[in-house]
């Protein structure tokens, strides 16, 4: 099994651009999980699904947007981006709602905004 | 706020010897609390986890104490070997969501 599949790995943008983060898990879980970790932090939640068609904001939501039309796909928006939004970024799936079994992690995208 | 808190940075320990990280929250609302490992360039990959109704859960090389009354959690590694070097986060599961909040790390050194 491929688990969580993360796209690009690496990305530079340009303040005020866009860009779509891909995420895509072939395990079937209900639960999919964007979060970003900063240098010397832990990781906080973007958004979060709790299945498909069912979205809402985590922690740090501003100058992001996700969707999820399909159990499998999770992808991640970026609209105007700015360098606060310089960061790695984690998509992670999950089958139990409470989290106990731990998260599938994603190997994560790097975004750099100049 | 931050609710969950790692306050070593980094942790240096001879191959053989117990690693002993710790973990501190402040929100009383955590049913489960987790740990997870990270080696450069990888995303996070799950180790142990604990409900807040036990005080201890082991798997292999892996033991979790909790410590509700200090707000304390620990993870053990006996004996830690030169693989275990990677960063180590600590989690805080408060509702059916499966949301985490995580601290921001432990960097494990195990030196030959």
């Known amino acids: 099994n491929a688990g969580v599949t993360q796209t690009p790995k690496f990305r530079i943008l340009k303040i005020g651009q866009s860009m779509t983060l891909q995420c895509t898990q072939d395990?079937?879980?209900?639960?999919m999980y964007w979060y970003r970790q900063d240098p010397g932090m832990g990781l906080k939640l973007i958004y979060y699904?709790?299945?498909?068609?069912?979205?809402d904001k985590g922690e740090v939501p501003n100058g992001y947007n996700v969707s999820r039309s399909t159990t499998e796909d999770f992808p991640l928006r970026l609209e105007l981006a700015a360098p606060s939004q310089t960061s790695v970024y984690f998509c992670?799936?999950?089958?139990?709602?409470?989290?106990?079994?731990?998260?599938?992690f994603g190997s994560g995208t790097r975004l750099t905004v100049v | 706020d931050q609710q969950v808190k790692q306050n070593s940075p980094s942790l240096s320990v001879q191959e053989g010897r117990i690693s002993i990280l710790n973990c501190d929250y402040t929100?009383?609302?955590?049913?489960?609390f987790l740990w997870y490992k990270k080696y450069p360039a990888e995303g996070p990959t799950f180790l142990i986890s604990?409900?807040?109704?036990?005080d201890k859960n082991e798997d292999g090389r892996f033991t979790v104490f909790l410590n509700k009354s200090a707000k304390h959690l620990s993870l053990h590694i006996v004996p830690s070997q030169p693989g275990d070097s990677a960063v180590y986060f600590c989690?805080?599961?408060?509702?059916?969501?499966?949301?985490?909040?995580f601290g921001a790390g432990t960097q494990v050194v195990v030196t030959p």
């Open positions: 992670a799936s999950s089958t139990h709602s409470t989290g106990e079994d731990g998260y599938t």
């Open positions: 395990m079937n879980h209900n639960y």
């Open positions: 699904s709790v299945g498909a068609g069912i979205t």
């Open positions: 929100n009383s609302m955590f049913d489960y």
């Open positions: 604990i409900s807040s109704i036990k």
């Open positions: 989690a805080g599961s408060t509702d059916s969501w499966g949301k985490l909040q």
